[in-house]
Each structure stands twice: as structure tokens, then as C-alpha cells.
């Protein structure tokens, strides 16, 4: 995380950090760890939470938005301003890793598409905001500790993800 952090070289030191992926996929645990609280009771999140941690001198605002299919479509509203997109894998759901897969590339070719509309007149990109350009992607394999999970080659496979880095680690908080 601190790569990332130095990476963005933020001047006001906050940043914004959009955590997606389906449901169940864990990222509401992941929040809960980072911010010690417990974990052995998490229901599912509905819309969405924001979690502030001081880290490193650095001001994070994690928000952890719901997987369920009926919100995946506001999902693009929480894009601006955001400096790192955490998108969370669930290593025990070989099942639903093909639809993991079309989320994500929805995601991302939605977002190219928005940046790169063709009829738009001279002056009026500006009135587009900018919303993940020159934002960090993390693809989190989350539950890797667990018996019998993918492994990080098979999650890179099958999303076709084209990346040095896929977070394949137990992290203990």
C-alpha cells in the first residue's frame, strides 16, 4: 500500500480508495481488519461505507461499496476523484470468476468509453469529470488462505488480467 501511496505523491496527503468486486467477495472484512474491528459478525453491504485510517502520515478514505447484481450499475458513481480502484477476487468462488471477470472489464472498458466519447465538441470534455484517470489498479485475491482456492495463476487466466502485480498474500492486521 505504501508504493501506492508514494506512487500518487499526493500533495494534501488524503486519498481516495474505491474498494468493488461481487458479493461475498470480502471487501467489507478487509475494511473491518484494516480498521481492527471485528469481523465474526459482517453482513452484507448495502450502498455503501466510508472508513477514514490515518496511515503513514497519509489520510485514506476507503469506500467500500456493495457487490450485489442491483448495485453493480451505480458502481460508476464513485469513480471521481478516486486514486486507487482495490477490485477484491474471492479465491473460494471458481464458480462466479467468469462473471468477476465481465464486471471488471465492464468496469474498465465503460470507463474508456467515457473518457473517449467521440461526439463530444471542442470545450466540452471538461465538462466530463475526469474520474479514474491516473488511478492505481489493485486486484486483491482475498481468501487465499483458505483449502482448495484458486490459485493466482488461474484468477489471472480466466479475468485475462495483464498485470506485474496480483495481490497474492495472507494479510494479517
Known amino acids: ?17 474505491l ?4 458479493d461475498n467477495s470480502g471487501k467489507t472484512t478487509i475494511v473491518k481488519r484494516i480498521m481492527n474491528e ?12 466510508i472508513k477514514t485510517i490515518d496511515y ?3 489520510k485514506l478514505n476507503i469506500w ?3 457487490g450485489q447484481k442491483t448495485l453493480r450499475t451505480y458502481w460508476k458513481n464513485y469513480f471521481e476523484k478516486t486514486d486507487t480502484l482495490i477490485w477484491v477476487v474471492d479465491a473460494t468462488d471458481s464458480e462466479r470468476l467468469e462473471d468477476c471477470r465481465a464486471e471488471l472489464k465492464g468496469l474498465l472498458l465503460q470507463e ?3 473518457l473517449s466519447v467521440p461526439q463530444v465538441g471542442p470545450g466540452q470534455l471538461a465538462d466530463f469529470p475526469q474520474r479514474l484517470m491516473g488511478a ?22 480466466v479475468c485475462a488480467l495483464e498485470m506485474r502485480y496480483l495481490v497474492d498474500q495472507v494479510l494479517h492486521f
Open 56 to 58: 503513514e502520515g497519509y
Open 112 to 114: 474508456v468509453r467515457f
Open 19 to 22: 474498494m468493488l468486486g461481487l
Open 38 to 49: 471485528d469481523v465474526n459478525s459482517v453482513s452484507p453491504t448495502l450502498g455503501f461505507i
Open 64 to 66: 467500500d461499496v456493495g
Open 136 to 157: 492505481s489498479l489493485l486486484v486483491f485475491k482475498n481468501k487465499s488462505d483458505v483449502p482448495g482456492c484458486m490459485t493466482t495463476d488461474d484468477i489471472r487466466e
Open 1 to 17: 500500500m505504501l508504493s501506492v501511496l508514494r506512487k500518487a505523491r499526493l500533495k494534501d496527503k488524503e486519498m481516495r480508495i
